[in-house]
C-alpha cells in the first residue's frame, strides 16, 4: 500500500530531482504522474527504471490524489496549489510564495518535523529556500544545546539555484573565456557570472538587502526560534550544483569546537568532514548527489563570546529543494496520511 503522488514541474531542474530522490528513497508510492506546462507536454521523464510522459497541469484534476510536489514557481503555484489542495491533495510547494502564511507550515524535518501536523489548516506544506535549509539542519543541534543569540552568514550559492539557462549561461560564458572570437554577454544575471562572484540574488529591497537576504532572515525564525537575528549577504558563485556558507555564529553559553564537532556528528543530516589539513573540508564537488548537509572548518571565534565558525556545504538541488519536499512527505505519511 502507498501514496498516489502528482510531480508538478517535471520538466525542471528540481522536479526531475524530485522524482529520482522519490524512487532512491523507496516512497511508497502506488501511482505516479509527472506534470507540466502545455508546450512540455508527452515530454519523458524518468522515475526509477520507468519513464513518465508528462500530462497537462492546466487541465489535471487531482481529485484523489494523496501528495502533490509543486516544482514550478510562485506564479504558477498561486493558481494551480489552492485548486489541488481543495481537491484534497496535499500540496508539498518549493515556491516562495506560502512560506510566510502563518497558516502554512515551513519545514526542515531534522529542525522542526512536528510542524508538519498544522498542514489541514491549508492542504498545503512549504519548502524553505535552499540557503536557509542547510543552514538550518547544521544550526539547530548547536541552539539546542548553547542557544543561538546573533549569526552573521555569508553564502556562496551556484547558478543551478537559478535555474537551466543559468547553467547554460554559466557553461557558455566559461566556453566564451577560451574563444576569442564569441562572446556571450550576461542575460540570466546581471553581470557576467564565468570567472566572477556576484553579491546579488534575487531583488533589493528598501533597506540594501536582497531578497535573498531576507528570507533567510525571515525563515530561520520561522524554523528555528523568532529570538534569533542573523544577517545575510548572499553572492552567487560560477559554481554548477552546490551552495556553500560561512557561518558565524554568537551563543548566550560557551560552546567548546570540540563539543560542537562532537553534537554534529551526532546530528541528523549532518556529516562533519573537518580535519585541518589541505582537503580535509568538503567544497560544492563533493557534495554533488550526496543527501547530506556537511560541515566543516569548525573552530572557535575569539573575537566574540560564545562565537563558533562554521562551514556548511550542501547540494542544493537535494536537501535545498527536492530531497528536503520527500523527507517532508515521509514524515507527513508517518504522522498524518493514511497509505491507499
Known amino acids: 500500500m502507498g501514496y498516489k503522488v502528482v510531480v508538478a514541474g517535471a520538466t525542471g531542474n528540481v522536479g526531475r530531482e524530485m522524482l529520482n530522490i522519490l524512487a532512491e528513497r523507496e516512497f511508497p508510492v502506488d501511482e505516479i504522474v509527472a506534470l507540466a506546462s502545455r508546450r512540455s507536454l508527452g515530454t519523458e521523464v524518468s522515475f526509477g527504471d520507468r519513464t513518465l510522459k508528462c500530462k497537462d497541469l492546466d487541465t489535471f484534476d487531482f481529485t484523489g490524489w494523496d501528495i502533490a510536489f509543486f516544482a514550478i514557481g510562485s506564479d504558477a503555484t498561486k493558481q494551480y496549489a489552492p485548486k489541488a489542495a481543495s481537491q484534497g491533495c496535499v500540496v508539498i510547494d518549493n515556491s516562495s510564495l506560502y512560506r510566510y502564511d502563518p497558516d502554512v507550515p515551513l ?54 539555484g537559478t535555474g537551466k539557462e543559468a547553467i547554460d549561461e554559466l557553461w557558455d560564458q566559461t566556453k566564451a573565456i577560451y574563444n576569442p572570437t564569441s562572446e556571450v554577454p550576461p542575460k540570466v544575471y546581471p553581470k557576467q557570472i564565468a570567472f566572477n562572484v556576484i553579491p546579488h540574488i534575487d531583488v533589493f529591497m528598501e533597506d540594501g538587502s536582497t531578497k535573498e537576504e531576507w528570507k533567510m532572515v525571515a525563515e530561520t525564525k520561522k524554523i528555528m526560534d523568532p529570538s534569533i537575528r542573523l544577517t545575510a549577504t548572499c553572492v552567487r558563485v560560477p559554481v554548477f550544483v552546490g551552495h556553500s556558507e560561512a557561518i558565524n555564529v554568537e551563543f548566550e553559553d560557551f560552546l567548546d569546537e570540540d563539543e ?33 548537509t556537511f560541515v566543516s572548518r569548525i573552530r572557535q571565534d575569539s573575537t566574540v563570546e560564545n562565537g563558533l565558525n562554521i562551514w556548511v556545504v550542501s547540494d542544493n538541488l537535494r536537501k535545498g529543494a527536492a530531497l528536503n519536499a520527500v523527507q517532508i512527505a515521509e514524515v507527513l505519511g508517518s504522522r498524518c496520511l493514511k497509505k491507499g
Open 107 to 160: 519545514v526542515v524535518p531534522e529542525v522542526n518535523a512536528a510542524a508538519v501536523d498544522g498542514y489541514a489548516k491549508k492542504n498545503i506544506i512549504a519548502n524553505p529556500n535552499c540557503s536557509t535549509a542547510q543552514m538550518v539542519v547544521a544550526l539547530k543541534p548547536l541552539h539546542d544545546r548553547a542557544r543561538i543569540k546573533r549569526v552573521v552568514v555569508s553564502t556562496y550559492q551556484s547558478v543551478s
Open 260 to 292: 560542537a564537532r562532537d553534537i554534529l556528528r551526532e546530528a541528523p543530516g549532518v556529516l562533519v568532514v573537518d580535519k585541518r589539513e589541505p582537503g580535509g573540508y568538503i567544497t560544492p564537488i563533493d557534495c554533488v548527489g550526496e543527501y547530506a
